[in-house]
T-cell receptor, first 113, second 115 residues
């Protein structure tokens, strides 16, 4: 079945550091890929998405590229801020099941001033 | 506009009691989803509604769990005879039509604690 594996946390960085959170997936068909973010005390929000191979999703300085050959969708940001501290979830929507999001376990990011 | 709302935000109950969790989707969204997030885990899919029908209930953990949706709007997730392992955050999401690749918008969740 479908699955998402993302790097174990927690991740602790200093402000302005470079961020990478790895995400790889197994899926049937051609999935759509998502990064969701959960800020402290808030609900899950869509951060970015990509619906086909080689697409790059971007938002708020974050980027992720859909790599079919490596089945990956790694999240990157060039310079993190304290306000980026949150839990980040990688997820996929499989072509075989267009409604059932499959999530990774989440990665807690803490950014220190 | 208003996002997905859920109530209550927190619920503490005793083992064996029934609980009802409510979800109000974004107005006009025909697709509605329930997920569960247990501590330290990713989200698990529970059930999907298209309109008032539930084509996929495969994620419901047991027959103690049921859900309904009325008026293509509000949905209620009911857990009967709650057990401690039901403790989790229950998240509701909605999307416009449930089409492939469509973004699901999540509510803030209901945090359920079963004592």
């Amino acid at each position: 079945g479908d699955s998402v594996t993302q790097m174990e946390g927690p991740v602790t960085l200093s402000e302005e550091a470079f961020l990478t959170i790895n995400c790889t997936y197994t899926a049937t068909g051609y999935p759509s890929l998502f990064w969701y973010v959960q800020y402290p005390g808030e609900g899950l929000q869509l951060l970015l998405k990509a619906t086909k191979a080689d697409d790059k999703g971007s938002n708020k300085g974050f980027e992720a590229t859909y790599r079919k050959e490596t089945t990956s969708f790694h999240l990157e940001k060039g310079s993190v801020q304290v306000s980026d501290s949150a839990v980040y979830f990688c997820a996929l929507l499989s072509g075989g099941s267009n409604y059932k999001l499959t999530f990774g376990k989440g990665t807690l990011l803490t950014v220190n001033p | 506009g208003a996002g997905v709302s859920q109530s209550p935000s927190n619920k503490v109950t005793e083992k064996g009691k029934d609980v009802e969790l409510r979800c109000d989707p974004i107005s006009g969204h025909t697709a509605l989803y329930w997920y569960r997030q247990r501590l330290g885990q990713g989200l698990e899919f529970l059930i999907y509604f298209q309109g008032n029908s539930a084509p996929d209930k495969s994620g419901l953990p047991s027959d103690r769990f049921s859900a309904e949706r009325t008026g293509e709007s509000v949905s209620t997730l009911t857990i009967q005879r709650t057990q401690q392992e039901d403790s989790a955050v229950y998240l509701c999401a909605s999307s416009l039509q449930g089409r492939p690749g469509e973004t699901q918008y999540f509510g803030p969740g209901t945090r359920l604690l079963v004592l």
